[in-house]
C-alpha cells in the first residue's frame, strides 16, 4: 500500500467514483472495505493517519458491552455479539479471546453478575469465546494473584475479545485496496460539490503534504468523519444544526505486574461514576480505563485531565494490591467518542446509546456517527445498503461477513510481538533476511525492529515519526518515555528511507516530542 501509487489512481480524467468516503477511522475504513469488496469504486480520503484520532484510542476490546446489557439495551449487546463473533473469524491475528474476571465482595454479586453473564452468553447465539463461570476466592486470587483478598467472595468468569485497534485500521485500509478501492491519509476534504439539483456529487480535496487540490465526481459521499462529522454537515448544508456529542474517555497504561502477570482481564461492573473500569493485558502491559467528560472541544489530539487519572488510579486501587501510583503509569491516552446527540436533552454521555445512527441530507449526503469498534463491519454494511436504498447506487449484496482480511492467519503465535501483522510477518522477515541489519532493536525494552519502520514507510503509508511510534509499532501507547528517546533513531531510519535531509529529522522529532508530553506524567 504506497501513497504515491493510490495519488496516481485519482488523476484519471473524467472519472466519477461510485463511493467517495471522508474520514479514516474505524467507521470509514470498513465502509471503505464494504463498498471495494461488492465491486464499488472507492476513494476514501483521512485528513490525518488512519485511525490518527478516536479510533486508536480505545479500550482495545471487541465485546458485547457489560454495561449496556445493564442499561436494558439489548438489542445493542445482541448485534455486537454477533459482530464480535464475526470479527475474530475475519482476522484471527488480530482478535483473541480474552478472559474476565468480575472480583465479588458480597454473596449478592456474586449471584446478580452470574446471572447476568449468562445472559450474555445466551444473546451471543453461537458467537460466543467461552461460557461463564463462578470461581470461588482461592481461585480468584491464584488467576490475579494482585486482587484485593480482604473480603473476597469470589468472582465470575467471563468472555470478550482483545485487539489492537490501530493494527486493525492498517488492516483495513490494506484490505481495501486488495480489493481495487484507494484510501489515502493526510488528504483533506475543504468542500462538497452540488450538482444543478443541489445533490451532493463530489469533494474538493487537499493533499496536506504535495499541497495539491483535487476536485472529483462521485454518486455517493459518505461522511464518517467521527468527532468531526458536524464539519464535514456544514461543507453540505451550511446551516446544519450540531449533531455529536463528544464524550472523553482516558486510559492509562501500567506494567502488566499490576494484574499479577496475569493473562486475565479484570472488569469492574460500577464504579463511582457509573461506568465499567477495565484491567485488559494487551502487548505485555495493561491498559486501564475509562471514564467519561462530557462537553470536550473536538480535537486530533485531545488531552486527559487530572481528575481522570486520578479516578483511574482510585478505582484501580479499589481491587489492585499494591494499587498503582502516578510514578507507574507509562502512558496515558485520550479519546473522544462520537456520540450521537440525543432527542431529549439532560441525558449524561454515558447514558447515550452507542448505537449508530445513518442520516440522509436533504442533498443526499449520507453520514454514519455513533457506535463501536466492535461493530464497524455492521455499521459499513448498514450505510451502503442506505446508499442503495436512496438510489445513489446500483444494488449490489454485501459480502464482508464471511471475509478474510489482509494478512489472515488463523493461529498467531501471541508470545511473539509481529503477531499483528498476520500473513505479512512472514514479508517482513524476509526484509531482515536480506538485510541482517533491518534485525536491530529500536529500544533495549522492547523487540520492536528496524525492520518494522521500514515496512510502515513502504507498505503502510507511515508518512511521520508520529505514525510509526503511535499507530504502526504502538510504543507511544506502551511507554510514552520510551518512544520519546528513541524518536532520533527511528526519524533517522525514515529520513534514510524517504530520502529527507537532517532539517526534516529535527523537525519530526520536535512535532513529536510536542505530542509525546501529553502521553506521560511530569513529576
Excluded at 467517495?20 to 467507521?27: F, K, L, N, Q
Amino acid at each position: 500500500m504506497k501513497r504515491e501509487e493510490e495519488l496516481e489512481k485519482l488523476n484519471a480524467d473524467g472519472k466519477i467514483w461510485d463511493v467517495i468516503i471522508v474520514g479514516g477511522g474505524a467507521t470509514g475504513l470498513g465502509c471503505a472495505v464494504d463498498a471495494a469488496t461488492r465491486g464499488y469504486s472507492v476513494a476514501m480520503f483521512e485528513m490525518y493517519d488512519f485511525a490518527k484520532c478516536t479510533s486508536s484510542r480505545s479500550t482495545k476490546l471487541v465485546h458485547g458491552g457489560v454495561r449496556y446489557l445493564q442499561q436494558g439495551d439489548v438489542k445493542l449487546v445482541k448485534e455486537a455479539l454477533h459482530e464480535r463473533g464475526i470479527m475474530k473469524s475475519n482476522c484471527p491475528q488480530l482478535v483473541k479471546d480474552q478472559p474476565f474476571i468480575i472480583s465479588n465482595y458480597t454473596h449478592w454479586h456474586n449471584f446478580l453478575y452470574f446471572c447476568g453473564l449468562v445472559f450474555y452468553d445466551m444473546l451471543s447465539l453461537g458467537y460466543g469465546y467461552g461460557r461463564s463461570r463462578f470461581i470461588n476466592a482461592r481461585s480468584v486470587m491464584k488467576r490475579i494473584p494482585t486482587s484485593v483478598s480482604k473480603g473476597l467472595k469470589g468472582g465470575i468468569v467471563y468472555h470478550d475479545g482483545q485487539f489492537d485497534d490501530a493494527r486493525m485500521a492498517m488492516t483495513l485500509a490494506q484490505t481495501c485496496v486488495d480489493n481495487g478501492g484507494t484510501v489515502i491519509n493526510r488528504m483533506k476534504v475543504t468542500g462538497i460539490d452540488h450538482d444543478a439539483e443541489g445533490k451532493c456529487c463530489g469533494v474538493k480535496v487537499h493533499d496536506e503534504i504535495e499541497g495539491k487540490d483535487y476536485d472529483l465526481k462521485c454518486r455517493c459521499v459518505i461522511n464518517a468523519a467521527g468527532i468531526f462529522c458536524d464539519d464535514v454537515m456544514k461543507m453540505d448544508i451550511e446551516k446544519h444544526k450540531k449533531m455529536i456529542v463528544p464524550s472523553q474517555g482516558v486510559h492509562i497504561v501500567l506494567d502488566k505486574k499490576f494484574i499479577g502477570g496475569s493473562n486475565d482481564a479484570i472488569m469492574v461492573p460500577k464504579t463511582s461514576d457509573g461506568r465499567v473500569l477495565f484491567a485488559v493485558p494487551w502487548h505485555d502491559k495493561v491498559v486501564v480505563g475509562t471514564t467519561d467528560t462530557p462537553g470536550v472541544t473536538p480535537s486530533e489530539e485531545p488531552k486527559p485531565l487530572e481528575q481522570e487519572i486520578e479516578f483511574i488510579l482510585h478505582t484501580a486501587g479499589l481491587y489492585m494490591d499494591p494499587a498503582p501510583t502516578r510514578a507507574d503509569i507509562l502512558s496515558v491516552f485520550a479519546g473522544l467518542r462520537p456520540l450521537a446527540a440525543p432527542k431529549k436533552e439532560g441525558k449524561s454521555s454515558k447514558e447515550l446509546s452507542r448505537g449508530h445512527k445513518i442520516i440522509v441530507s436533504k442533498n443526499n449526503l449520507v453520514t454514519i456517527t455513533g457506535g463501536k469498534w466492535t461493530s464497524y463491519r455492521k455499521m459499513a454494511e448498514d450505510t451502503v445498503d442506505k446508499a442503495i436504498s436512496i438510489g445513489l447506487l446500483e444494488p449490489r449484496k454485501c459480502v464482508t461477513r464471511n471475509f478474510h482480511l489482509h494478512g489472515y492467519h488463523k493461529n498467531p503465535d501471541l508470545n511473539d510481538h509481529m503477531y499483528v501483522y498476520g500473513s505479512d510477518e512472514m514479508n517482513i522477515a524476509d526484509l531482515i533476511k536480506r538485510n541482517p541489519e533491518f534485525g536491530e532493536k529500536l529500544s533495549d525494552r522492547y523487540d520492536f525492529t528496524v525492520a518494522e519502520v521500514i515496512w510502515a514507510v513502504r507498505e503502510e503509508m507511515a508518512e511521520t515519526l508520529d505514525d510509526v511510534l503511535a499507530r504502526r509499532v504502538r510504543l507511544l501507547f506502551l511507554d510514552a518515555r520510551e518512544a520519546e528517546k528513541i524518536a532520533p533513531k527511528v526519524a533517522a531510519i525514515m529520513a534514510k528511507e524517504m530520502c529527507k535531509d537532517q532539517n526534516w529529522i529535527d523537525a519530526q522529532v520536535a512535532d513529536f516530542d510536542k505530542i509525546a508530553d501529553n502521553y506521560y506524567l511530569k513529576n
